[in-house]
């Protein structure tokens, strides 16, 4: 098992940036992938960022240019740094880990940290 736990989010103007961090309970190397995604109101949940245990990465295309994940390996944590937000980006980001067991795929979530930008 893993637990996350996401922290960053706040009210920021647009085009302003924000750091977003996930704090897993065990080492990131041994998780297969972490990732953010996000849902807005009245929205599906979807994929923002990812990053797999062998650090390739995938964006979002509206986040493109101005979205990086990254991990600090030390403080077993990945970040999200927002930059050029706009208030499309608002929504609730959500960290999820996923863990590949013999019994099949297992997806993790943190509680969601709200991120909200006024225009």
């Known amino acids: 098992q893993v637990h996350v736990v996401e922290s960053g989010g706040g009210l920021v103007q647009a085009g302003g940036s924000l750091r977003l961090s996930c704090a897993a309970s065990?080492?990131?190397?041994?998780?297969?992938?972490m990732g953010w995604y996000r849902q807005a109101p009245g929205k599906q949940r979807e994929l923002v960022a990812r990053?797999?245990?062998?650090?390739?990465?995938n964006y979002a295309d509206s986040v493109k240019g101005r979205f990086t994940i990254s991990r600090d390996k030390a403080k077993n944590t990945v970040y999200l740094q927002m930059n050029s937000l706009s208030p499309e980006d608002t929504a609730v980001y959500y960290c999820?880990?996923?863990?590949?067991?013999?019994?099949?795929?297992?997806?993790?979530w943190g509680q969601g940290t709200q991120v909200t930008v006024s225009s």
């Open positions: 065990r080492s990131i190397f041994s998780i297969n992938a």
């Open positions: 990053i797999t245990g062998g650090g390739s990465t």
């Open positions: 999820n880990a996923v863990l590949f067991t013999v019994g099949g795929t297992t997806n993790y």
